[in-house]
């Protein structure tokens, strides 16, 4: 009997939490399974065809905790705006919310360190909610209406100020890996590493009295493995309105399902991404060496499924997707393609340099850029183009038409090869 009122006592807990979760949701950020975030910092680099690559994933963020500057978020953005994916912005600087970010995001994501030091908890937010307030807000309603009254535009930076933080989504981060460049930036040593209990209790507080949209256990750079699972399952039964995300070490099938059974709604993957390009640099090198320009999709298909293997970046990367069920053969197709895109991008660009065109320039109709792009986007042409246009693009120069050049992409026709 007393066996039974459990039971039923735990029914019914089980449906409050799922009231609670659901039909109460008003959490308003997606339940994303999957999340990439894209470094901006130029020594994180990008697939050429990362359009492909992200298509699978659900959100890209784009943030990261050393040698993130307005200047090179800007340039991340300029490639990621075309995708159809949502992209969010998770500024780690109070200056790298500017204008364009603003624009370009979907989403502005609020990191709040809760086992760091003040400055990661409030102090930076204070200086971001200042400058939005005294700088960036005034700016865009002096852009926008320039002939408004001082006062007015005044009140109206007031409600901006206000209305971009109502729309931003409160990130309540535990920060797990105290070797990480994250650690470092948010202050938290090893002695500020929180056990499952305490991680879970400090979660309770940011889910009912911050009401932050998401807490983020952090393990950056390493698999927090079975303590972050322990956190993670303590925290499941114990948050109402947060969505749980796991960050840190991902980089295989098995642990992303383990963090998700325990209890994390989404994961991120940031390294595996940055990986994937770090090995293209290397097989587009070969490929230069070993296939024409001219070689047939079958025969680059045979060349790159020798060089692709299932614990290759590629194969790690796709086998975090939830919902990808053959990342090997998924990983070869866009490597095919990718080769295939780059050997041509090559050609085209000597041809362009034999007739001396000064900035070379590249038609992208009919090249196996487009055609690769086409499926996953809405507008291949502006996609397209901004690809060939950062491949073109030097080191620091863009090409002449007033857009930034790109030092992302895993490589460059400026200077003629692979840029490792
Ligand atoms: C614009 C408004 C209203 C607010 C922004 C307020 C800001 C910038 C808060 C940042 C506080 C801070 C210094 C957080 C540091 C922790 C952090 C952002 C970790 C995430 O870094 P990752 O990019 O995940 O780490 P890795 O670079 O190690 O991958
Ligand atoms: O780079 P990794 O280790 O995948 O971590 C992802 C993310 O949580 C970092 O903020």
């Known amino acids: 009997m007393r066996r039974h009122l459990a039971a039923r006592g735990e029914r019914v807990a089980d449906l409050a939490r799922l009231l609670a979760r659901s039909a109460l949701d008003t959490n308003p950020v997606p339940d994303w399974d999957h999340v990439t975030k894209v470094d901006p910092e130029a020594a994180k680099k990008l697939p050429l065809l990362y359009p492909l690559w992200l298509s699978e994933t659900d959100a890209v963020s784009v943030g990261g905790s050393a040698d993130v500057t307005p200047e090179n978020t800007a340039a991340a953005f300029d490639l990621l705006t075309p995708l159809s994916t949502p992209v969010c912005h998770e500024p780690s600087g109070a200056d790298h919310v500017t204008k364009q970010s603003h624009e370009a995001a979907d989403l502005l994501l609020v990191p709040e360190v809760l086992n760091g030091d003040s400055e990661a908890l409030v102090g930076t937010l204070g200086a971001a909610v200042e400058s939005v307030r005294e700088d960036l807000a005034p700016a865009l309603i002096d852009e926008k209406a320039p002939w408004l009254p001082g006062s007015v535009a005044d009140w109206l930076a007031n409600v901006a100020t206000s209305a971009l933080l109502a729309d931003a ?5 535990i920060v797990q890996n105290p070797d990480s460049a994250a650690a470092r930036e948010a202050g938290v040593g090893s002695e500020d590493v929180l056990s499952p209990g305490e991680a879970k209790r400090r979660a309770m507080a940011a889910d009912r009295h911050l009401e932050s949209e998401i807490l983020y256990l952090e393990y950056s750079g390493t698999f927090g493995d079975d303590e972050a699972v322990e956190a993670l399952s303590r925290m499941d039964d114990a948050l109402v309105r947060s969505r749980v995300w796991y960050g840190g070490g991902l980089s295989n099938g ?17 390294d595996a991404f940055h990986r994937v390009a770090e090995r293209e640099a290397e097989i587009l090198q070969a490929a230069e060496e070993r296939l024409d320009a001219g070689a047939d999709p079958e025969t680059i298909r045979e060349w790159v499924d020798d060089r692709v293997a299932p614990d290759g970046p590629g194969a790690r990367f796709l086998s975090t997707v939830p919902g990808v069920d053959d990342p090997l053969a998924l990983a070869c197709e866009y490597t095919g393609a990718t080769v295939r895109a780059w050997l041509e991008l090559r050609d085209r660009r000597e041809r362009a340099s034999e007739r001396d065109e000064g900035i070379p320039v590249i038609d992208i ?26 491949a073109l693009s030097g080191r620091e120069e863009g090409v002449g038409d007033g857009s930034r050049g790109s030092e992302q992409l895993s490589l460059s026709l400026f200077d003629g090869g692979a840029s490792h």
């Open 169 to 173: 989504a409160f990130e309540a981060y």
């Open 254 to 270: 098995e642990d992303v399902q383990a963090v998700r059974e325990a209890g994390a709604d989404t994961v991120v993957v940031g």
């Open 365 to 390: 109709q009919r090249t196996a850029l487009r055609a690769a792009l086409a499926p996953v986007v809405d507008d291949p042409d502006r996609l397209a183009a901004t690809v060939a246009r950062a």
